[in-house]
């Protein structure tokens, strides 16, 4: 079975810190993504990469940057934490050919004061 | 650009109904594929059910089944028999299949089986 884990299931930062959400996948997939939850919104995409080393920016990247060393690793940062960032974050990961599907880990919800 | 919007953000229904949760899309390309997603309280989310664009045959995994029609842009999944089991919230996605490799999801319902 394909896993993809999240290195914190709760993280609790203050404003202005700098905050890194790690995610590991199993598979071999060359795709990673990473999406924040919010109620209402559904998931929106933050950023993506589909090779070591490569990134795009997804819908809502501002405030984020992203770092991809591994094929199995793919790391999300907030730069500078603020309050609107306090949201669900999901990794997920999927093969480059069909069907395409996405694999999601459990998710970190980050909580910022 | 793709946009996915799910007009019912909460249902709720008796356990061994059947329930339709609704989704309608927009996209310009002709090539995609269609996903609904489950995510239980306080666990991964999960595949339930994909649709192939170019598929005419509407999909069907056990209990879940689809209803496809592309020239509306509707992608409906209807859960028979619902089990305590598929209280959840519900995604659902549209990808294409060339170009941009990302999924875009709508904005979610909040599925609740009562016993």
């Known amino acids: 079975d394909v896993k993809v884990t999240q290195s914190s299931r709760y993280l609790v930062k203050r404003t202005g810190e700098k905050v890194f959400l790690e995610c590991v996948q199993d598979?071999?997939?060359?795709?990673m993504f990473w999406y924040r939850q919010d109620p209402g919104l559904g998931l929106r995409l933050i950023y993506f990469?589909?090779?070591?080393?490569?990134?795009e920016k997804g819908d809502i990247p501002e405030g984020y940057s992203v770092s991809r060393e591994k094929k199995e690793r793919f790391s999300l940062i907030l730069e500078s934490a603020s309050t609107n960032q306090t949201s669900m974050y999901l990794c997920?990961?999927?093969?480059?050919?069909?069907?395409?599907?996405?694999?999601f880990g459990p998710g970190t919800r980050l909580t910022v004061t | 650009a793709q946009t996915v919007t799910q007009s019912q953000p909460e249902m709720s229904v008796q356990e061994a109904e059947t329930v339709t949760l609704s989704c309608t899309y927009d996209?310009?390309?002709?090539?995609?594929?269609l996903f609904w997603y489950k995510q239980p309280p306080s666990r991964q989310m999960i595949l339930v059910i994909r649709?192939?664009?170019?598929?005419?045959q509407n999909a069907t995994e056990n209990r879940f089944s689809v209803n496809f029609q592309k020239a509306a842009k509707s992608f409906s999944l209807k859960i028979s028999d619902s089990q305590l089991g598929d209280t959840a919230m519900y995604f659902c996605?549209?990808?294409?299949?060339?170009?941009?490799?990302?999924?875009?999801f709508g904005q979610g319902t909040r599925l609740t089986i009562n016993p």
């Open positions: 598979m071999d997939h060359e795709n």
């Open positions: 996209t310009s390309e002709n090539n995609y594929y």
């Open positions: 997920a990961s999927s093969p480059r050919k069909a069907p395409y599907e996405q694999y």
């Open positions: 649709q192939e664009a170019y598929k005419q």
């Open positions: 996605a549209v990808r294409l299949i060339q170009g941009a490799q990302k999924l875009v």
């Open positions: 990469s589909y090779d070591v080393k490569m990134k």
